[in-house]
């Protein structure tokens, strides 16, 4: 089993940054990609960024060159950087593991991007 935990979410200004951590623990070997979503108040839950085994990364246009993807295999943790938020970037977070056809998800970190 894989086992995910969110953190570094937070209240920051508009034009402010954050760094999203997601620590996997389990059977990290079976994982296949590593993703994150957000889910806004009322709305869908929205795909933001993905790094694969390799290290390939990808991005929605929403924040491509403002989010950057990163692991850390040594600390078995994945990063979602934040640079120059907007208002619309307020959610809650999730990181998922991919491992084929199934979906591992953490329990999610509040963003607000608020002044």
């Known amino acids: 089993q894989v086992q995910l935990v969110e953190s570094g979410g937070g209240l920051v200004q508009p034009g402010g940054s954050l760094r999203l951590s997601c620590v996997v623990s389990?059977?990290?070997?079976?994982?296949?990609?590593m993703d994150w979503y957000r889910q806004a108040p009322g709305k869908q839950r929205e795909w933001v960024a993905i790094?694969?085994?390799?290290?390939?990364?990808n991005y929605a246009d929403s924040v491509k060159g403002r989010f950057t993807i990163s692991r850390d295999n040594a600390k078995n943790t994945v990063y979602l950087q934040m640079n120059s938020l907007k208002p619309e970037d307020t959610a809650v977070y999730y990181c998922?593991?991919?491992?084929?056809?199934?979906?591992?998800w953490g329990q999610g970190t509040q963003v607000t991007v608020s002044s």
């Open positions: 998922r593991a991919i491992m084929g056809r199934l979906g591992i």
């Open positions: 389990g059977s990290i070997n079976s994982i296949n990609a």
């Open positions: 790094i694969g085994r390799d290290g390939s990364t």
